[in-house]
Each structure stands twice: as C-alpha cells, then as structure tokens.
C-alpha cells in the first residue's frame, strides 16, 4: 500500500481525525464506511502509519522512523491487517481471536496498537460477537479500524460502539485527475471512471488491466446493442457474460441502466454533465432514451443490485447471468 499518495477528497475525514486528536477524544474503533475503490483502505493505512510513527513531519508520516520502515516493509509487530484468507469469503471466529491477542496483547514499542478488519461486513456472526468483546472493554492505545462498503451488514451492536467516517465519492474533476496522474490517459480516464461508478480506486490501474477492462467494456457494450436489435441470442450472450468478472460486469450493467434512466426522465436533456463519461462507454446511448420501459429498467436494476451483493463465485452464477440477459431483451 502506498501509503504518500495524496486523495484531495479525503481532506474532511482528516479534519474529523484532526479534531479528534485535538480535543484528545480519539476513538478505540472507527467504522469506515463508503463504495468500494474511493480509498478507505489506503486511508486506514495512512491513518495507522501516521499513529505509529515517531518520526516528525508535516504530514506525520515521515517514512524515515524504525517505525514507519516496519510499516512500509509490512512487518510491524503493532500492526495487524485481518482479510479473508485466500479462496475464502468470510472471516472466522478463530481468525478475530488470534488477530486480537496478536496486536491487542503485547506492545512491542511505545504508542498505538492498530487492527484493521476489511472487509468488516465479511466477519461471521460467531466473529463478531467475538470483537464485540474487545470493544466493550477496549485495551488502553488500541485501535480497530473497520472497512466495509456494506455498513448494514454490521451487527448493530458493532456499528454503536464504533465512531463512524464516511466516504464518498470524488468530483468527476478530482477523479480524473488523480487518474491521469497515474499516467492514464484522459479518455481512458473517463472509461475507467465510468466502469467504477465514480470511484477511481476500484480497479488495478496496471497498463494490461487497464486496456482489458476497456476491451471488455466494448464488447459488453456490442452484445447489448445486438440483444436488443436480435442479432445475437440471449443465450449465446450469456455464456459469454458468466465468463466475464461478476464484480466488473455487473458494475457496468448497473451504470448501463442508470444512464438509461437517465435518459428516459429526460430525453431533451441527455446526459448531466457529471455522468458525461457514461459517453464513452456506450456511445449511441441517447438514441435508445425512447425504446425502453422505465418501470422495466427499474425492475432490472433491483436484480442487478440484489445480485451484486450475493457472495461471488457462486455456482448458479451463469443462471443468474442468463437470466438477467433474458431480462434485458425484454426492456
């Protein structure tokens, strides 16, 4: 994680972490809340560096510090980042309890002792309850940091105790220019923008993901012209569809629908200006604003919506994405 890039739309939730720490208030837990790729990994890392460093900066991360050399190397022994483990998508009872004891026990050096749980919302119930422990009864300069896209899906007993910072999602301007400063170019910029719903961190930025994710975009795009104009089966679609990424292939189809939507409350005015980038996506969109059935296209998103949140990889996915095709040649 790298930890000195700098997100202007992030400067609010360093000012609450600011106050915080100025009216010497700060909290044993944060919930950090928000659409997943508008950076709240990359802000609890920061944050967590920042707590641990005993170096001085103006940005309190000097980079320089025993400390925040551990950190960069990812072998701080304060420091603790709990995931699902690999091929798994929840996170156990037994995976909390050994995190907790590891940083919550024994402080190796003075200061701060960080657990980061991300995705929070993938902890079984059996887990949580288990962390709820440590947050009733939180040990002194501890802190949990929970990461989740999907806050409802906390226990609410979690959500209270912890103090919520939530994140949205850039302007369209700071957006595409954090992207481009990555060394991506402005068109594709706005493409990535698009496929992301906003949120330029969504996807790996690597030069070959980058023009993947822009080849399937297209193709997608081909297939749902030739759907709707019966040039293709739904069938032959949907075989190509379920090999594509659920996550990326669903995002796409949900901007879709929204921009159709769009369309269709206001045929006159085309696309807002905010959601221009939808442009380069689906070009020849706004000529489609009258063939499609708002009550239909509403009907579609919400089974767009409930599929995205089931777990992924799931062995009826090629039903389910056969059957949101059928769904689609029939707007």
Not at 39 to 50: D, N
Not at 72 to 88: R, S
Not at 218 to 227: G, T, V
Not at 281 to 287: F, S, T, V
Request: aromatic share 6%.
């Amino acid at each position: 994680m790298d930890t000195e890039q700098n997100l202007v739309w992030h400067s609010g939730q360093w000012q609450q972490i600011a106050q915080m720490l100025s009216q010497q208030r700060f909290p044993h837990a944060l919930l950090l809340e928000g659409m997943q790729g508008v950076g709240k990994k990359l802000f609890a890392f920061q944050l967590a560096q920042m707590l641990l460093c005993h170096g001085e900066s103006e940005t309190g991360i000097c980079q320089n510090c025993k400390s925040c050399e551990w950190f960069i190397a990812n072998t701080h022994p304060d420091f603790v980042v709990l995931e699902p483990e690999e091929g798994k998508k929840l996170i156990s009872i037994e995976a909390v309890r050994k995190s907790s004891q590891r940083v919550f026990t024994t402080a190796h050096q003075d200061g701060y002792r960080i657990l980061i749980i991300e995705p929070a919302d993938a902890m079984t119930i059996a887990a949580a309850n288990s962390l709820l422990k440590t947050l009733e009864e939180p040990p002194e300069q501890t802190l949990l940091l929970l990461i989740t896209d999907k806050p409802s899906r906390l226990l609410p007993t979690i959500r209270s105790r912890a103090t919520r910072i939530k994140f949205h999602l850039p302007s369209q301007n700071d957006a595409i220019h954090w992207l481009t400063s990555q060394g991506i170019a402005k068109n594709t910029a706005q493409t990535i923008l698009a496929l992301s719903l906003g949120a330029p961190l969504r996807f790996n930025l690597e030069p070959d993901k980058v023009d993947d994710l822009i080849a399937a975009s297209s193709q997608w795009w081909h297939d749902f012209l030739a759907l709707h104009k019966k040039q293709k089966s739904a069938l032959e679609i949907a075989k190509n569809w379920a090999k594509s990424d659920s996550d990326t292939l669903l995002n796409w189809l949900d901007t879709l629908i929204q921009a159709l939507i769009r369309s269709g409350v206001e045929p006159e005015a085309g696309l807002s200006e905010d959601s221009v980038q939808t442009m380069h996506l689906y070009p020849g969109i706004e000529q489609l604003s009258e063939d499609f059935e708002l009550r239909k296209l509403f009907a579609l998103r919400d089974n767009v919506i409930e599929l995205s949140q089931q777990q992924k990889n799931s062995l009826n996915w090629p039903l389910q994405i056969e059957s949101l095709v059928n769904q689609c040649q029939h707007l």
